[in-house]
């Protein structure tokens, strides 16, 4: 049976800080539905009714197109060991890119990664709790470190341009570039 709660209870947080992967789900009114995982150490809990994450460019940016047109965005965290548990935060987000002027405050909690276009920050709506009796047991060997490889070895203008190129998701609905690159730390 689903559980209820309108923010983030303090068994919520403990789980999500234990979890090496979240699902992010966005759509608009028409197009595709898009269903991302996301790893690195990249989500925090900024409040109980206020999520966030760290955004890496990858091979769309649907989220961000989506979340400009329609707001909503569910967050799916699996516990993978015990106690079985799935945990689902809906709400409202919005992507903050490093131009704007919540960049820095929303930085501040992140160690910024190469490739970083964007936060997105999530008001909770709800949240809901499930049994997560049907998920395996898994075990993290280890972060795939491609894409921060990958963008770490850019020539910083090459990726600028490449990025400030990609203005629209593959359903034709608009994103806003980032405006600075954020190469090997």
């Known amino acids: 049976m689903a559980d209820f709660t309108e923010t983030l209870t303090d068994k919520h947080v403990e789980m999500i800080g234990k979890q090496p992967i979240f699902f992010t789900a966005t759509a ?10 996301k790893g690195y150490d990249s989500f925090r809990v900024l409040s109980p009714s206020r999520v966030a994450y760290l955004d890496l460019g990858g091979s769309g940016n649907e989220t961000h197109a989506h ?13 993978f060991d015990r106690p079985a548990l799935i ?12 131009q704007d002027d919540e960049w820095d405050a929303l930085a501040a909690h992140f160690t910024i990664l190469p490739g970083t276009r964007q936060i997105f920050v999530i008001e909770v709506e709800s949240v809901q709790g499930s049994c997560g009796w049907g998920v395996p047991f898994m075990t993290l060997d280890r972060e795939r470190d491609t ?12 990726w600028l341009t490449k990025t400030k190129g990609r ?10 570039p980032t405006d600075r690159y954020f ?3």
């Open 28 to 37: 608009a009114a028409d197009g595709r539905i898009n269903l991302s995982p």
């Open 67 to 79: 979340l400009a047109a329609d707001g909503r965005i569910t967050i799916m965290f699996c516990d």
């Open 87 to 98: 945990l689902r935060i809906y709400g409202r987000g919005r992507p903050v890119l490093p």
């Open 147 to 158: 894409l921060t490889k990958y963008h770490a070895q850019a020539d910083p203008e090459a």
């Open 167 to 176: 203005t629209k998701s593959i359903d034709g609905l608009p994103t806003r």
């Open 183 to 185: 190469g090997p730390a």
